[in-house]
């Protein structure tokens, strides 16, 4: 009895229907791990903010930042005005077999704690497409480290070399707490308010690396 195989229009066809469904597969997983990794490293940044929270009203040290796979948490702001940035790295795309036009990498979450006392709850701030924002979050322009607003009296400086090399242009003085005490000699009269008012308008000029590491950011 002679076998028949499959002709060439029905290989043909047979492929363009797995390439369709790939053309729709592929993107819509490449999203959902994404997603995923981000709302992983939201995660992580919730629980640093409340360990964080916690330390300032006195229950415990917060211990060091967790360190994440797909996203770095650091500390920006002042006492008065605490935020917990997580910026989240090229990996967490995930671009299996095609590449994706909407991307996370670089965007940043931003945990501000908002109310007072007992009422007191952390809001999350995304510069992320909607497609891939957080349900808890919110969309906004204006997250991750603030250049110093010289003359500003209530909050403390510090000098982030990767805003400096980033979003800051070369100016890396932010509002924050410093993570490094200032040492003995001419140094320990560097005040914040020094910082404020001679250094922040001209930190892309001001090159002394010993005053940056005596003032830099956690």
């Not at 992580?44 to 996203?71: C, M, N, W």
């Not at 005040?191 to 003032?215: C, G, P, Q």
């Amino acid at each position: 009895m002679k076998q028949k195989g499959f002709t060439l229009i029905e290989l043909m066809v047979t492929i363009g229907i797995i390439a369709i469904l790939g053309a729709i597969a592929l993107p819509q997983y490449n999203k959902y791990v994404t997603k995923t990794r981000i709302t992983e490293a939201l995660h992580h940044g919730q629980v640093y903010a409340r360990k964080f929270e916690s330390e300032a009203a006195g229950g415990g040290d917060a211990g060091t930042i967790p360190t994440l796979e797909h996203a770095t948490i650091s500390k920006s702001g002042s006492d008065a005005d605490t935020r917990v940035n997580v910026t989240l790295n090229d990996s967490i795309d995930s671009q299996v077999l095609i590449d994706s036009d909407d991307t996370a990498g670089g965007k940043i979450l931003e945990l501000g704690l908002k109310g007072s006392g007992g009422s007191t709850q952390w809001e999350c701030k995304a510069n992320l497409s909607a497609r891939l924002m957080p349900k808890v979050c919110t969309y906004a322009t204006d997250v991750g480290p603030v250049a110093w607003v010289v003359g500003t009296t209530d909050k403390d400086a510090c000098y982030d070399q990767g805003y400096a090399d980033g979003a800051g242009g070369g100016n890396g003085w932010v509002e924050g707490n410093t993570a490094v005490e200032p040492g003995t000699g001419p140094l320990s009269a560097w005040s914040a308010e020094r910082i404020r008012t001679e250094l922040a308008d001209r930190a892309h000029t001001f090159a002394h690396e010993h005053v940056k590491n005596h003032y830099k950011c956690t």
